[in-house]
């Protein structure tokens, strides 16, 4: 099991904390990771693209002219899509992207990922994100103290009131609930930060 300092927010070691190999020690799957990530930018996607067909566009369904006797060529309605101004064949509609893939395979795809993380040497674990107020300032030093110069994931509870308003003016910083982790972000974030209270969760969590 791989085992980790523990850090407070001056840097300073102050336990250790064992990983489980199940969670943390899991081998790089990259077509189980790219088939997550498909699945989270498939979900993103609106969906709200369109065009207008000829129902939808202005103007008179009238019969320009006769069918036969004039010399031109036979026309039906000026919303016909080979008019200026007409419908559009077969153009995007609303559509709904998603999809879901199995449950098991979006957490091997997380597991796999912590892992590569770990072994990379970009995964700190941290006793707690305690800030004395929501100065960004206060965040930023405790950050350069940590290692964390870097895109960085902060993965800790959702009731801590000053960590989210003091990192939400930095855009290298994303700061996740330890359910709301995703594939995406620990992959576009070089740095991951873990509470010791997080690990543990996540530890029980994915090891399901």
């Known amino acids: 099991m791989p085992v980790l300092k523990v850090k407070n927010l001056k840097s300073e070691e102050v336990g250790e904390i064992e990983l489980s ?21 498939a979900n993103q996607r609106a969906g709200t693209s369109a065009t207008k067909t000829r129902g939808n566009t202005r103007g008179s369904g009238r019969k320009l002219w006769k ?7 036979r026309i039906a309605s000026l919303r016909s899509p080979l008019w ?9 509609q609303p559509r ?3 999809y879901s893939i199995p449950k098991k395979m979006r957490r091997g795809a997380i597991r796999s990922v912590l892992s590569e993380r770990l072994r990379e040497g970009g995964l700190v674990i941290v006793e707690n994100f305690e800030l004395s107020s929501h100065k960004t300032k206060e965040f ?3 950050l350069d103290r940590l290692g964390l110069d ?4 902060i993965v800790d509870s959702r009731d801590n009131h000053n ?9 290298a910083v994303t700061c996740v609930s330890p359910d709301g982790i995703n594939v995406y972000d620990l992959l576009t974030h070089e740095r991951l930060a873990l509470t010791r209270d997080a690990a543990g969760e996540l530890d029980r969590h994915l090891s399901k």
Do not use: C, M
């Open 67 to 73: 069918q036969k006797g004039t010399g031109r060529a």
């Open 150 to 153: 870097r895109r960085t994931l």
């Open 96 to 98: 709904d992207w998603s």
């Open 163 to 171: 960590l989210a308003l003091s990192s939400r003016n930095l855009q």
């Open 140 to 142: 930023t030093a405790a």
């Open 21 to 41: 190999d199940e969670v943390f020690g899991a081998p790089l799957n990259k077509p189980l990771i790219y088939s997550a990530i498909k699945n989270y930018l």
């Open 84 to 92: 200026k101004g007409g419908g559009n064949v077969h153009g995007p």
